[in-house]
């Protein structure tokens, strides 16, 4: 009886972690509508603004009135990784493909021998990171408290390396972030925000028929102005794109929780009721053998 007691007790414990699964889908399922919504909206401006400091970069003569933000600063020595993860587990595997991802990228900057520098953004990618790569951890930019990314939450995160490359405590800074495909995928990606990263192949796209522009001012003082903004867009487009693949992963994860708890329900229940049938089977035998000896 002790072992059905047992069994009772533990499919009890499996049926409410289930509710709390299938609650978390649930939840999952109803962010992951708005964050979609989000990341699509976000992305025709945040590629047209590439497409315009990729046109502006290929009509400048290359002089030294180039904005650092595009050029550099002639050095490539230290380089600063801004890793973009949840502040929350129970994602499947969001947060450890983008620690992975960012450890990748950590090793093949060390197998040519730059400085490297971590700025996390988000807890799960300092915790994951605080054993191997503790001493290369900045700083951590908590984001607990802010329920739906806004451009504002990107804005101070920008700033803040505006600053630093201002300090030269850097020269070349990259993002990692997930890039949302699909509910079922979501790819880790590596942005190179400082200096600029300009696709040649974009620049002067025939979008509009092929039209010439000319700008005024000069190239040089439009990117002066628009390589600042590009950084906080692309900031808070990653920030969008992390949060509808950690709900696209999360809901996938509690899915997958959800139907496995049931599978274990099952096979808790087909045991308990073996157990017990034997049990009442041999207090049968036991009554029977009592009488008949009798």
């Known amino acids: 009886m002790a072992n059905l007691k047992a069994l009772r007790n533990r499919i009890a414990s499996v049926k409410s972690t289930q509710k709390i699964t299938k609650a978390m889908n649930m939840v999952a399922a109803a962010k992951l509508r708005r964050a ?3 990341v699509i909206a976000s992305r025709p401006y945040a590629e047209r603004m590439e497409r315009v400091i990729s046109t502006l970069a290929a009509g400048m003569s290359g002089g030294d009135d180039t904005p650092a933000l595009l050029a550099g600063k002639g050095a490539d020595q230290r380089h600063l990784i801004v890793l973009a993860t949840a502040e929350r587990g129970l994602c499947g595997a969001f947060n450890t493909n983008l620690v992975k991802r960012t450890r990748l990228l950590v090793e093949e900057l060390r197998g040519q021998g730059k400085e490297i520098q971590i700025l996390c953004v988000g807890r799960k990618g300092r915790d994951a990171l605080r054993r191997g790569y503790g001493g290369l951890i900045r700083e951590t930019i908590e984001l607990t408290g ?3 990314v806004a451009f504002a939450n990107a804005q101070p995160i920008a700033q803040k390396l505006l600053a630093m490359y201002d300090n030269d405590e850097f020269d070349v800074c990259h993002l990692v972030f997930s890039e949302f495909k699909s509910v079922l995928a979501q790819e880790p990606k590596v942005l190179r925000l400082i200096p600029a990263q300009v696709d ?3 620049a002067g796209e025939p979008e509009t028929g ?7 001012p000069d ?4 990117l002066q102005d628009l390589l600042p903004r590009n950084i906080a867009v692309q900031i808070f487009r990653a920030l969008l794109e992390n949060a509808a ?3 696209g992963a999360r809901m996938t994860a509690m899915d997958n929780a959800t139907r496995n708890a049931g599978d274990m329900i099952d096979r808790l229940t087909l045991k308990y009721n073996r157990e017990r049938q ?9 009554i029977i053998s009592g009488a008949e000896a009798v």
């Open 245 to 247: 693949s950690e709900q």
């Open 36 to 38: 979609q919504e989000a």
């Open 278 to 286: 034997a049990a009442i089977t041999k207090e049968l035998i036991e």
């Open 210 to 216: 092929g039209a010439i522009y000319t700008y005024e």
């Open 200 to 202: 040649d192949s974009k």
């Open 146 to 148: 802010v329920k739906s």
């Open 219 to 222: 190239e040089e003082s439009i």
